[in-house]
């Protein structure tokens, strides 16, 4: 899931990526999240906070000693509503008065077989919904954001979370947890859609990039490169399942055991999440059917 590279900045500290632009590590490292959030300060005057981090009092205050004289924070950018992303923007805004802006709540964006499924039961696989998030302003897909100082371009990228936005500054992208360096943007049921990642990726593919800058891990210097081999990556993973399913019926948590050999148990369940995506984008393909009600515990079988 990971791979190796020597991204290990001091949490807390204001690294500067570029004229205009700084990024603050939160103090959040584990399995999920790598290093921990990577909080993005853009602007010379008004600064726009893009993903203000999980509640902690110690990175609120980073980020609040970042501002320079003469700067004020004048926007605060949520990319989607997990709890390592989103949870730091309503005491910030307290602080500083700035609005909070995202594509909308918890439940925003999600797909019509996603609200199925969660209607029929399917729950969240631990991933950490912030479920009070409020946003003062909701951003649309193409909106334009601009100040004196930055304009940043709205794009929707549901797959990860339905409420998933990447922001573009001209040829610079951030791609919060749609596109990172460091493992595979991991898509959940019934609030990850794989269908709704897939196109996403190709949007963003469709497009030329200067650099990426995730919401984990290092800036993706060559992003074309990185996207492209994001989708073959789940184009295997398609492949796997369904040559799994040529030699038998199979349950998702039967597929990821299968496939997914060389993962510790501890991950094996965000796995079978990610398997149990790729049968419902299957089911939607007619390639696979399963053979009761679509379910995550349901048995799937190949067609054709």
Known sequence: MQAPDDFDPAPGRAYQL???????????PSPMTYRGTNTYLLGEN???????????????????DA?????????????????????LAAP??????????AFGGPQAGRSDVMNELAQNGLAGGGEGIDADFHADIELEDG???????????????????GNHIALAWGEVCFTADHVMGWASSLVSPPDGDLTDFMAACHRLRA???????????????APAERLDWLIQHRLMREAQILEELTQSTATPRQLAQRIYTETPD???????????????????????????????????????
């Open 18 to 28: 570029a004229p205009g632009l700084r990024r603050i590590l939160a103090p959040n």
């Open 46 to 64: 008004d600064i726009a906070v893009i993903d203000p981090g999980p509640l902690s009092d110690v990175h609120l205050q980073a980020i609040l």
């Open 266 to 304: 501890a991950l094996l369940p965000a796995a079978e999440r990610n398997v149990f995506a790729h049968l419902v984008d299957l089911t939607g393909r007619s390639r696979v059917a399963p053979d009761d009600a679509l379910s995550a515990t349901s048995r799937f079988r190949r067609l054709g």
């Open 67 to 87: 501002l320079q004289p003469g700067q004020r924070i004048s926007h605060i950018f949520v990319t989607h509503t997990h709890l390592d992303h989103s949870p």
């Open 143 to 161: 909106a334009h954001v601009t100040t004196d100082d930055w304009t940043l371009e709205v794009l929707h990228t549901p797959g990860h979370l």
């Open 207 to 221: 497009r030329d990039w200067s650099v990426f800058h995730p919401g984990h891990g290092a800036p993706i210097t």
């Open 92 to 101: 910030l805004a307290k602080c500083t008065g700035a609005p909070v802006l």
